[in-house]
Every structure is written in structure tokens, then in C-alpha cells.
């Protein structure tokens, strides 16, 4: 995510090394570079100058109030303005109608109806609540059909009115079922266009004055740039919606639209969308967004994503084993299975600062543990319990039933034995903690 961005701003910062303050000249040479790296993420001409601007007088204003480099007050000042650009604080979705009834409207292909699966799924599990998703796209019926096998997938209803070609109609009576049979959220996906036109404003605009939504969200494709923007600028002339869904965050986005959509729609972005699996979605906090424009990693969201996976339950038998020695190839398959569940892996390490970039050219197989996970499923129950029987015949036939080589099941042994010991290690006061924080 941002890559470019970040590494075009990282150079900018850099002309400020080795200067001992912030003077007019040194400043104007690195704000050109930030200029030219926010156009070149599609900013907005004038957001990007005004921006700039801002950052200068800041700078210039505080070089004796520091102790800081001028680099690092430069890092600062740049992500203060770039928190404040994107809102400031992280804008909540309005859930207080029984039921809450929740508009999406968005451009064909800009992920409306995936979205609609993720926010269903995503207040079902983090809010408790009931949901009820609905198909109101009247014009494709693979519409329709992909949102019941969304729904299916994660155990929600869809309701949806075959041959009824009057959205506002389906979406008042889906309500009505809604109120009648204990839902309460709706979530209306409706129907998009290719791109802006008064036949599609109309319909999206009868349907909200028809349900008088809590949350009007507008879907965009974050890979758009400047189109996203603009495509904003006329929902919102229309609907006057409460919050952007910025999608496809997890592409090889410039960031133009993170940045520059709220202060042309004077709306919040509300979420995000980094992937096309249900559970591939994230709250937006502008300062967690700017710490990755700047290459500074995301470790919140790193260890929130730790913390929705960890187990105390699990945790405590997993710590039991390791104290009576029991620790096996089992629990360790168990543990891989958890961190898996947190995402794939370069999105995971692009979250650790510094390395999202020092990776950003590597290429991270989708199923890192592709092969560990072979190698312990060719293993017997008691092989797996008990890796001392493990001679070399054993070994063979793992390595071939795997389609690994012996080395790599002996590397596999190795790396588990040492973490076994380290682990034991672990298991004194201090260590309890540190296991904790590791989510063992
Ligand atoms: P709609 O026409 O607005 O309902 O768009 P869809 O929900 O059908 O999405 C269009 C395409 O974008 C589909 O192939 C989705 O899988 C994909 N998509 C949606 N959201 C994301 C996302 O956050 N990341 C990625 N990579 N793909 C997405």
C-alpha cells in the first residue's frame, strides 16, 4: 500500500540531513519534492499546494521550540497535517434505529457488493448484531445471485424479490420484513453504473428519500485517484451521504483518493477495503492511515488483528503442555492455523515498520506455511506427539508423502526443537508475559 508514496516522501525528508535547523531555503526544497510526491499519488492540485503550504508555515514557526532534527519535526509536522487531511478522528457508523437501516451507493465494480457482505459479517461478529442484507440491483440478476452466495457464506439472509423491477419497493418491504422478523440492521445494496448518470442518481436518490437510511455510504474504488474523487463530489451533491467506503486498498494504490476525498466531500472515510475475502475489512483511523502513507508501518492494527485471534482458552492448555513437555507437532500446527487467520503474509509484514518497503519487491508465497503444513499432515498421530521417533525411514516417507525433501523435514524438526526449548525457556515469571504478548 502506498509504496511510491512513501518512498518519494522518505527522499524528500532526507534533503533536511545533516541541515542543523529549518531555514526558507532548505524547507522550500523539500516541500517542492512532498508537493510533487502527492501529485504523483493523484492529489489534488490544490489539496497538495495547500497542504504544502500549511506544513511551511508550521515549520518555519517552530524551528527554535524543538529538539527535534529538522527531519524528524519535518516527519511530524507532515503527518499531523496529513491526520488532520484525512478527518482527525475515526468517524463511527450510526447504528441507533431499530432497525438501522444502512444505504450503499457506488459505482458498478467499485466493490458495493462485497462491501455490503463485509459490513454484514463485521457487525454480526464485533457489534452482535442481527443483519439482514439486501438485493436491490433489479437490473442483474448475477447481482441478486452473488449477494445470496455472499450471504450464505456467512450464515446472513438475503432478501431479495425475484421479477419485482421497483427497487424502492423491494427495499421498504425489506425493511418491513426486517421489523417483523427481529433484524436489526439492513444493509440495501443497490444498483450501480459504469460511471455517473441522472437515470442511476435518480433511482439511488428515490430510494433514500423512500427509506430515509441512518448511513448513506458511498463505495469507491480506491485504485481510481482522481476519478474517485469526483465520482464522490457527485453522489454527494445528490444524496448528501454520511461516510466514504474506500476499497481495494490492498492493490497497488497511489493514494490520492485516501488523501484527498475528505476535504472535497467534507466526509469522513468510514472504512476500508484490503481484500476480496469477507473478513477483509478495516476500520479507517486517519492516524494509523498516515503512518503507512509514511512507511512507518501499522503496528495497532497488527496487534488488534493478534488480539481478535488469540484464545485464552487455548492459550492456557497450550501453556500446560509446554510445561509437563507435551508441546507437539499438533499445537504447533494449531498455532499456524491462528496466525494464518490474521491475513496473508505480506500484508501482515507490510504492517511491521520498515519492512513494508524493504518488501515491497519480494515476492511472499500466498501460503507461507504451505509446506510445514504438508510436512505435519504426513506425520502419524503418535509421530506428531512424540517427534524423537522420528529416524531417518520415518523421515523419507514424510518427506515423500509431503512432496518436500528430507532436509526440509529435518529443517522443520530443527526449527521445532529449538523453538520447544526456547519456549520452556519462556515458561518462568518474566517469560509468562512475554508469551502473552506473543499471543501463546
Ligand atoms: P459492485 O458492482 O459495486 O457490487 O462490486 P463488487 O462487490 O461485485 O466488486 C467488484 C470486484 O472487486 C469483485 O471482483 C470483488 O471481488 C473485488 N473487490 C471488492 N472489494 C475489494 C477489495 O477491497 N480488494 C480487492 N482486491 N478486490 C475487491
Known sequence: MFDNLSDKLDKAFHILKGHGKITEVNVADTLKEVRRALLDADVNFKIAKDFTNRVKEKALGQDVLTNLQPGQLMVKIVKDELIELMGGEAAG????????????????????????????????????????????????????????????????????????????????????HAKANGFNVVIVDTAGRLAVDEEMMNEIANIHKAIQPQETLFVVDAMTGQDAVNTAKAFNDRLNFDGVILTKLDGDTRGGAAISIKSVVNKPIKFIGTGEKMDAIDVFYPNRMADRILGMGDVISLVERAQ???????ARKIQKKIAKNEFGFDDFLSQIQQVKKMGNMKD???????????????????DAFKHIE??????????????????VKR??????????????VNQLLKQFDQMSKMMKMMQGSKGKNLMRMMGN
Open 308 to 314: 481478535a485471534q488469540y484464545d485464552e482458552e487455548e
Open 348 to 366: 501482515l509484514m507490510g504492517m511491521i515498520p520498515g519492512v513494508g518497503k524493504a518488501m515491497k519487491d519480494v515476492e511472499i508465497e500466498d
Open 374 to 391: 504438508a510436512i505435519i499432515y504426513s506425520m502419524t498421530p503418535d509421530e506428531r506427539t512424540r517427534p524423537s521417533l522420528l529416524d
Open 395 to 408: 523421515k523419507n516417507r514424510i518427506a515423500r508423502g509431503s512432496g518436500t525433501s528430507v532436509q526440509q
Open 93 to 176: 457508523i450510526n447504528l441507533s434505529g431499530n432497525p438501522s437501516v444502512i444505504l450503499m451507493s457506488g459505482l458498478q465494480g467499485s466493490g458495493k457488493t462485497t462491501f455490503s457482505g463485509k459490513l454484514a459479517n463485521f457487525l454480526k461478529s464485533k457489534k452482535s448484531k442481527n443483519p439482514l442484507l439486501v438485493a436491490c440491483d433489479v437490473y442483474r440478476p448475477a447481482a441478486i445471485n452473488q449477494l445470496h452466495v455472499v450471504g450464505e457464506q456467512l450464515g446472513v439472509e438475503v432478501y431479495s424479490e425475484a421479477g419485482n423491477m421497483n427497487p424502492v419497493e423491494i427495499a421498504q418491504n425489506a425493511i418491513k
